[in-house]
């Protein structure tokens, strides 16, 4: 851990004596109660950071609490024993093979011992009102798939969903709403004997032959764009995904939700079409045996919700995902809360964003006239969760500090910026609650299950800002908000603050090292209060993330701009303020830390981090996250 962070994360020279004060002090850091100051809290519950109580009821309650802690975690470890024998029992002949598996495919031909439909039932469907059935070619089959024809001819992004179990059904096309909403193409093939369909079941092999005669098919339409291509697919669906995407290189990413790298059932099943006992039949359905095949971008979605078959799951995966990384694929593996039916939402929300980010293209752009940006603006995430936003009008202001700044850095010369057009901050970091709605996913380290959760032990860290994001994260997240009807359907649009609007927003008109003034406590702000500035008196030393709006505004009615977490902008790193192009360049972040002294939580103060930087079972990372801002499209 320590390696990990002093060595290959905080890449900030500025920031190296800190860095290293973290991670020696940061297990032993005491928790202080905070004395919030400011109006109240959104969602604070009260008395959430109170001292912990010393009278023996209590503290037998507490101890009683412990002991259900460590049941509970002799049951996780219970249940990580029975993936590990479930992944040596399931998958003992799927060895990763060094040939691709698109070559491995051309030379061999599976041989079925019993032919017929799928093994589950399902009669035609009947698509909906807008919705039309085609015929496409695989071989000499003439199968079915649903598609919704956009109005004109305009070449739009598609994506050919794969659904899930053996049959076909109206929700499985339920299920690519959010793809539609979006502005994609969809086309969900029916497979060969599936629904009364012609041809033969063979458990993930010919099937993958219909899944790219159906992209064939969805390429080749006058409205699709063929070099925005995606490939989608939920549980069994999932799996021909990994499949499909080992097969061919037409399309530019993929994403398979829930989708089984093995099947665990191929080694007791006794009623397969195919003769097990030629081990290339099972190989060559099994994603992990070619780990090193895939041939774009890939995102491997999975759900979180307890249980043995999520620990299997996330076992099998995450080995496959390792072995593809190891060759240099782009192919990450993301935990997303849920069961096997309900994470899936979420996840095609993070796709979409994935999709678009592989791209570097809006998926519908825009045409017509943004409307004005209103003086504040309440968003609504869906599930009573909101996000507020404070319009900043243009202006003029001196960025950087002062040659006589106490604990300024050689990267912060003065020089005067205009903000030309207004646009609306977020009052408040964005919170684990609204990172959740969102992307379905809490990465916190601070959170109930997060690898700090002894620090925040009892509170709710609901309304805590989200850390742990990297900055490509903090930009899914926007592009996501940005389809928000409420957002687009206004010409508007999602994004992460340029470092100078987020600095002219911190000092809300103000020159002085912080909004406040020359001089800031730990009273006023979440930092190392040990080290005030100016002639500030110590205070609390927190030691953790605390619920965002705890102190008070600045004169513009932003919250926590100084301490708390890392702040991500939207500019790459330049120590002159530069425009910078180099790719995967350091991405800037603001605010400070609360582990920092105040003069490195100072307005001007700047850091800077990879954009993929998040802590992960090797490596540490800063806390890091974000807030947005809403600006008007450009005409």
């Known amino acids: 851990m320590l390696t990990g962070i002093g060595n290959h994360l905080w890449q900030s020279t500025r920031f190296t004596a800190a860095t290293w004060m973290f991670t020696l002090l940061f297990p032993i850091l005491p928790a202080q109660a905070q004395q919030p100051i400011g109006p109240p809290t959104p969602g604070a519950r009260a008395g959430s950071d ?3 109580p010393t009278d023996p009821a209590k503290a037998i309650e507490k101890l009683r609490e412990e002991i259900r802690q460590l049941k509970a975690q002799m049951e996780e470890l219970r249940k990580n024993s029975l993936a590990i024998e479930d992944h040596i029992t399931f998958g003992p002949e799927v060895e990763v093979e060094e040939e691709d598996y698109a070559q491995a495919r051309s030379r061999f031909k599976t041989k079925l011992v019993r032919k017929g439909p799928s093994p589950q039932t399902g009669p035609p469907v009947k698509p909906p009102s807008g919705v039309t059935e085609i015929e496409y070619a695989s071989g000499e089959l003439r199968l079915k798939a649903w598609i919704k024809r956009p109005a004109d001819e305009r070449r739009r992004p598609a994506v050919l969903f794969l659904h899930g179990g053996f ?16 502005g994609f193409v969809v086309l969900v093939p029916i497979l060969r004997g599936e629904n009364g369909q012609p041809g033969s079941f063979s458990y993930f092999y010919d099937e ?56 665990g059932p191929f080694t007791e099943a006794t009623d397969l079409p195919f003769d097990k006992r030629d081990p290339r039949e099972i190989r060559l359905r099994s994603a992990i045996a070619y780990a090193t095949s895939f ?28 072995l593809a990384k190891k060759r240099g694929l782009d192919v990450e593996d993301v935990e997303v809360e849920g069961t096997h039916m309900t994470h899936v939402p979420a996840a095609i929300r ?37 996000m507020k936003f404070a319009r900043v009008e243009p202006g003029k202001f001196r960025m950087g500090s002062p040659p006589n700044e106490a604990g300024r850095g050689k990267d912060e ?5 205009e903000i030309a057009k207004p646009y609306l901050l977020g009052r408040y970091l964005v919170t684990q609650a609204q990172y959740r709605q969102v992307m379905g996913t809490r990465p916190s380290n601070f959170s109930a299950k997060g690898s700090q959760k002894d620090r925040v032990a009892g509170l709710n860290t609901d309304d805590f800002p989200v850390e742990n994001v990297s900055w490509e994260d903090a930009t899914d997240f926007a592009r996501i908000v940005s389809l928000q009807p409420e957002v687009r359907d206004n010409g508007w649009i999602v994004d992460l603050p340029t470092e100078a609007e987020w600095e002219f927003a911190c000092r809300a008109g103000t020159e002085t090292a912080f909004h406040q003034g020359n001089s800031l406590s730990s009273e006023q702000a979440n930092f190392n209060g040990n080290n005030p500035y100016g002639e500030a008196p110590r205070g609390p030393f927190l030691g953790r993330p605390t619920t965002v709006g705890s102190y008070a505004a600045n004169a513009w009615g932003f919250y926590d701009m100084n301490g708390n977490v890392f702040q991500w902008t939207k500019d790459r790193y330049d120590p002159n303020y530069q425009p910078v192009e180099t790719e995967n360049s350091d991405r800037v972040a603001r605010g400070g830390l609360f582990l920092f002294s105040a003069k490195d939580c100072r307005c001007a103060s700047r850091s800077h981090f990879q954009p993929t930087l998040r802590t992960s079972r090797t490596r540490g990372a800063p806390p890091s996250g974000f807030r947005l801002v809403i600006r008007s499209r450009e005409k």
């Open 167 to 182: 049959a076909f059904s109206i929700e499985d096309w339920n299920q690519t709403k959010p793809y539609r909403d979006a």
């Open 295 to 322: 041939k774009c971008p890939l995102r491997v979605y999975r759900h979180a919700s307890e249980g043995e078959l999520r620990e299997y799951l996330s076992l099998i995966t995450r080995r496959m995902v390792l």
């Open 350 to 386: 993070q796709s979409i964003a994935f999709f678009q980010r592989i791209s570097s293209e809006e998926i519908t752009p825009w045409s017509g006239s943004s409307s004005p940006l209103p003086k504040m603006l309440e968003l609504d995430l869906g599930d009573g969760v909101k």
């Open 208 to 263: 993958v032959d219909d899944a790219l005669a159906a992209a064939d098919f969805l390429s080749k339409q006058p409205y699709v764009d063929e070099k925005r291509l995606f490939l989608a697919g939920h549980s069994v669906g999932g799996t021909l995904t990994l499949l499909t995407a080992s097969t061919s290189n037409r399309f530019r990413a993929a994403a398979s939700f829930d989708g089984f790298p093995y099947w």
């Open 50 to 52: 109170q001292p912990e």
């Open 413 to 417: 010369d003065q020089h005067e910026v």
